[in-house]
């Protein structure tokens, strides 16, 4: 690739002084797991298989509903945000595919685009469509809903709003559309709320209808936000049941913050890989409600757990184990180039981590009810430094050992601040 935007150069000059250190602490981690029976090679090409997706909003600051404080060189279309994204996957090399959301990414020419995004050695993730807002020049609005509006103008506009993603998701290469949708009320008695779900489902029904075989239709459940007092699709229970109502190529979607504060999230993993209805993920952390914190920033704990969850379900797979991963969250107070590397180290640590929990002594400890001796399983693999492992699989697939130092080191924002036009102010939420 020639034209990516760090050069290879860069990043090895950086990497140089780094390497012999390194090396010392990958072999001493190596010895240390090979105590306990695991090789460390096979734990990293573990980590070189895996990968996280970025969502193409996250490359552009984030904002509240009060206020949005862009900063210089910042993105203001898919094109930028694309070289963005190379950035990110250039240094951590675990994140070679983008999720785009429309209408905002939309071009005219979607083929050109993927060729654009695979120039940068990107593909492309779930197809995230938008009936949360409405457009300019639309014939229907949302404010009272979409796909379960009463309007069943705007109901139909929604179904065809997601049909036209699906068409654009296949120019790009895509195999998943995320549904999310803002539907839901403020008030007591606003809606009823068993009709609502009604007309959701009859109208998901044909979005669901219009997916290719190959294709995965992926709901996210949002228990608050914007609507205050309801949402449609509240909670776990509400999508898998829409999930199992649409059928087999249905499954759910987690945001870590769309649940209420303290919820178990760990557990509906688990459940929901049960019953085959385990679609994917949506990575940020949380603090209070819908935070889109940086992932691990908060609880990397649970994280850690959820993880665990899922090495335990890729172990015991039930009708298949395909989620897919990706960041979804609002970076309002740092560079968004900088959040997502570091977010997807911390995704890649907790990913790692699951994978060198001892799962034979976890299930001999579960099955003699040694209580402390199962936590301690978890504990013992949680508590494990896997820097090393995830830096020697970045250094060998040409990524940076350092990833925030040669990124700030590159300059590259300083240079989009030169070439890019500014970003204008006001509120902008995502
Ligand atoms: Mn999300």
Same mark, same amino acid.
């Given at each position: 690739?020639?034209?990516?935007?760090?050069?290879?150069?860069?990043?090895?000059?950086?990497?140089?002084?780094?390497?012999?250190?390194?090396?010392?602490?990958?072999?001493?981690?190596?010895? !240390?797991?090979?105590?306990?029976?695991?090789?460390?090679?096979?734990?990293?090409?573990?980590?070189?298989?895996? /990968?996280?997706?970025?969502?193409?909003?996250?490359?552009?600051?984030?904002?509240?509903?009060?206020? !949005?404080?862009?900063?210089?060189?910042?993105?203001?279309?898919?094109?930028?945000?694309?070289?963005?994204?190379?950035?990110?996957?250039?240094?951590?090399?675990?994140?070679?595919?983008?999720?785009?959301?429309?209408?905002?990414?939309? =071009?005219?020419?979607?083929?050109? &685009?993927? @060729? @654009?995004?695979?120039?940068?050695?990107?593909?492309?993730?779930?197809?995230?469509?938008?009936?949360?807002? $409405?457009?300019? %020049?639309?014939?229907?609005?949302?404010?009272?809903? /979409?796909?379960?509006?009463?309007?069943?103008?705007?109901?139909?506009?929604?179904?065809?709003?997601?049909?036209?993603?699906?068409?654009?998701?296949?120019?790009?290469?895509?195999? $998943?559309?995320?549904?999310?949708?803002?539907?839901? #009320?403020?008030?007591?008695?606003?809606?009823?709320?068993?009709?609502?779900? +009604?007309?959701? &489902?009859?109208?998901?029904?044909?979005?669901?209808?219009? &997916?290719?075989?190959?294709?995965?239709?992926?709901?996210? *459940?949002?228990?608050?936000?914007?609507?205050?007092?309801?949402?449609?699709?509240?909670?776990?229970?509400?999508?898998?049941?829409?999930?199992?109502?649409?059928? $087999?190529?249905?499954?759910?979607? =987690?945001?870590?913050?769309?649940?209420?504060?303290?919820?178990?999230?760990?557990?509906?993993?688990?459940?929901?890989?049960?019953?085959? !209805?385990? %679609?994917?993920? *949506?990575?940020?952390?949380?603090?209070?409600?819908?935070?889109?914190?940086? /992932?691990?920033?908060?609880?990397?704990?649970?994280?850690?757990?959820?993880?665990?969850?899922?090495?335990?379900?890729?172990?015991?797979?039930?009708?298949?184990?395909?989620?897919?991963?990706?960041?979804?969250?609002? *970076?309002?107070?740092?560079?968004?180039?900088?959040?997502?590397?570091?977010?997807?180290?911390?995704?890649?640590?907790?990913?790692?981590?699951?994978?060198?929990?001892?799962?034979?002594?976890?299930?001999?400890?579960?099955?003699?009810?040694?209580?402390?001796?199962?936590?301690?399983?978890?504990?013992?693999?949680?508590?494990? +430094?896997?820097?090393?492992?995830?830096?020697?699989?970045?250094? @060998?697939?040409?990524?940076?050992? $350092?990833?925030?130092? #040669?990124?700030?080191?590159?300059?590259?924002?300083?240079?989009?601040?030169?070439?890019?036009?500014?970003?204008?102010?006001?509120?902008?939420?995502?």
């Amino acid at each position: 690739m020639t034209n990516m935007p760090i050069s290879a150069d860069l990043i090895a000059e950086h990497n140089a002084p780094q390497i012999e250190a390194l090396q010392e602490d990958y072999d001493a981690l190596g010895r !240390k797991l090979a105590r306990g029976g695991v090789d460390i090679d096979a734990i990293k090409a573990r980590v070189a298989a895996f /990968s996280v997706a970025v969502p193409s909003w996250g490359a552009g600051r984030g904002g509240t509903r009060f206020a !949005k404080f862009p900063i210089p060189g910042e993105p203001t279309n898919i094109h930028e945000k694309l070289e963005d994204c190379a950035v990110i996957n250039q240094l951590g090399r675990r994140t070679p595919r983008v999720s785009p959301h429309f209408p905002w990414d939309k =071009v005219s020419d979607f083929v050109a &685009l993927r @060729e @654009e995004a695979a120039a940068l050695g990107l593909g492309w993730d779930a197809v995230n469509s938008n009936t949360f807002q $409405d457009q300019p %020049g639309q014939a229907h609005s949302y404010a009272n809903g /979409s796909l379960s509006s009463q309007d069943a103008g705007a109901r139909q506009q929604a179904v065809e709003h997601n049909i036209e993603c699906i068409e654009i998701g296949r120019q790009l290469g895509s195999t $998943d559309l995320t549904v999310w949708v803002g539907d839901g #009320t403020n008030f007591p008695g606003q809606q009823d709320l068993g009709r609502s779900l +009604d007309r959701y &489902l009859d109208a998901a029904a044909q979005i669901y209808a219009a &997916l290719p075989d190959d294709w995965r239709m992926l709901l996210e *459940h949002k228990m608050f936000e914007p609507a205050f007092y309801s949402t449609v699709i509240s909670d776990w229970g509400s999508s898998i049941l829409a999930a199992q109502t649409l059928g $087999d190529k249905c499954k759910c979607l =987690v945001d870590l913050g769309h649940h209420a504060p303290n919820v178990n999230i760990e557990q509906i993993v688990a459940r929901l890989h049960r019953f085959g !209805k385990l %679609g994917g993920f *949506h990575f940020n952390d949380s603090k209070y409600g819908d935070d889109d914190l940086d /992932s691990g920033s908060i609880n990397p704990h649970q994280l850690f757990l959820v993880f665990n969850e899922l090495a335990e379900a890729e172990a015991n797979p039930r009708d298949g184990f395909n989620p897919s991963y990706m960041i979804d969250q609002s *970076h309002n107070v740092t560079d968004p180039i900088e959040s997502m590397l570091s977010s997807a180290e911390t995704i890649t640590a907790c990913f790692t981590k699951a994978s060198l929990v001892d799962r034979a002594a976890l299930h001999a400890a579960q099955e003699a009810n040694d209580t402390m001796m199962a936590f301690q399983a978890l504990r013992r693999a949680y508590t494990i +430094d896997v820097a090393p492992i995830l830096a020697m699989a970045r250094m @060998e697939a040409g990524g940076a050992i $350092d990833v925030l130092a #040669t990124y700030r080191a590159s300059q590259y924002r300083a240079r989009k601040a030169q070439e890019r036009k500014a970003v204008g102010l006001g509120a902008g939420i995502v």
